[in-house]
């Protein structure tokens, strides 16, 4: 997940940069341009980060236009891993409730085929954090 493993992740952002726009989403990234490549299959990488974006997008849309916001982030995590946060300010849901679905089912799996740790918050009230941690070789 550094500049250039990030390159996948910059890609699927850069691809979604016009729905964005579209749905009035202020994307930031704060991408860690020192960070080692990361285990998996890019694609893998591409998909998660394209679910999580989409998810973000379709929870923000009862916000007001100004108030749309999504956050990614990469850092440096211990062991020398590293974690890719996505941050969103949608209504958010109750995990309990989420249990139906194929998103985040595909989200889990794909993160599993990586190998890597993903962990989810997600309050009604504030919004959906998803931070998802990865082995670099």
Known sequence: ???SAVGSQLNVADLLEDEATRRKVKVSLHLDPALPQVLGER????Q?????MLNAFDAMRGNRSGGRELVIETAA???GRVSLLVQDNGRGFSLAA???GTGL???RRRAA???ARLDISSDPA????????????
């Open 1 to 3: 997940l550094n500049q």
């Open 43 to 46: 694609i893998q990488l591409q």
């Open 48 to 52: 998660i980060v394209l679910n999580l």
């Open 77 to 79: 995590a211990t062991g």
């Open 98 to 100: 989420r249990q139906g």
């Open 105 to 107: 089912k595909n989200i």
């Open 113 to 115: 085929e990586m190998n």
């Open 126 to 137: 504030s919004g959906t954090r998803v931070k998802l941690t990865a082995n670099a070789p």
